[in-house]
């Protein structure tokens, strides 16, 4: 079992940055894959981001050149750094992790980016 816990999230103005941490409750190097969902109000979730245990990753076409997803296997914390954010970047962000076949989600961190 792994406890993962998502932290900054926040309101912001349109063009302003944030760095959302999902902090797991253990070493993070035996998981395969770990990345960022969000969801808004009356939306289905969508993937943002994903990085695999050995560095490759993978980011939505509406988020690239902006986001940037990393991993500090140290600290067993994944970070989603969020630059020149837009309105339709509000919502729920969860943290996901993958180990085959188990599948671990956060509680979510809201943010919420003003025009």
């Known amino acids: 079992q792994v406890q993962l816990v998502e932290s900054g999230g926040g309101l912001v103005q349109a063009g302003g940055s944030l760095r959302l941490s999902c902090a797991a409750s253990r070493s993070i190097f035996s998981i395969n894959v770990m990345g960022w969902y969000r969801q808004a109000p009356g939306k289905q979730r969508e993937l943002v981001a994903t990085i695999t245990s050995g560095g490759s990753t993978n980011y939505a076409d509406s988020v690239k050149g902006r986001f940037t997803i990393s991993r500090d296997n140290a600290k067993n914390t994944v970070y989603l750094q969020m630059n020149s954010l837009k309105p339709e970047d509000t919502g729920v962000y969860r943290c996901?992790?993958?180990?085959?076949?188990?599948?671990?989600w956060g509680q979510g961190t809201q943010v919420t980016v003003s025009s």
């Open positions: 996901k992790a993958e180990q085959y076949p188990a599948v671990y």
